[in-house]
């Protein structure tokens, strides 16, 4: 049975927001370098976890149910937060521009989170007025939240895959 704390799938991804920008906080207030990335590498993780959950079960559920130009705007937010992430992951906090990504990042994030929880026409204004069980789709956020975590405890989560952002060159 998945952890029912969170009264909906809204309720459990604000708490995740809420989470990431206690950490960036902390890494902003972090001195040591080996505490910066401790605290750096937490915030990858969580997000991770969190666009995962969103990418895989919350914003296919409201396709078609909602503006698409605000899912696909988010789906794009998270991958420009995926590349950060994964740099942020394959590098060492006394690398060059280590702390201007991780600021960076953070920016990013506050912007996405601004654009999910606006009132009245952001993302989850616009999915509370739709017929989706916001309960069951917790419920199901929540279980494979906690299997990514236990994951990610057992030796890590693969590198953030981009979907919409291409590499290659044009």
């Known amino acids: 049975m998945a952890d029912q704390q969170f009264t ?3 309720a459990l991804l604000k708490a995740d927001h809420r989470k990431v920008e206690d950490l960036f906080e902390q890494f902003e207030n972090a ?15 969580e997000l991770k976890v969190h666009m995962m959950i969103e990418e895989e079960i919350f914003y296919p559920a409201f396709r078609g149910k909602i503006e698409d130009d605000t899912l696909d705007e988010a789906y794009v937010e998270h991958d420009g937060a995926k590349m950060l992430i994964n740099d942020i992951m394959n590098s060492t906090a006394d690398a060059d521009f280590y702390d201007a ?12 989170v601004h654009e999910e929880e606006m009132p009245s026409e952001g993302m989850f204004a616009q999915c509370r007025k739709t017929d989706v069980d916001l309960v069951a789709l917790r419920d199901e956020m929540a279980a494979r939240k906690q299997e990514l975590l236990d994951t990610a405890e057992n030796g890590g989560l693969p590198p953030a895959k981009p979907r919409t952002v291409s590499l290659q060159p044009a």
């Open 8 to 10: 909906d799938a809204i």
């Open 31 to 45: 001195r040591d370098s080996s505490r910066k990335q401790a605290i750096a590498n937490k915030i990858c993780t």
């Open 101 to 112: 990504k991780v600021t960076v990042l953070s920016e990013e994030i506050k912007h996405h």
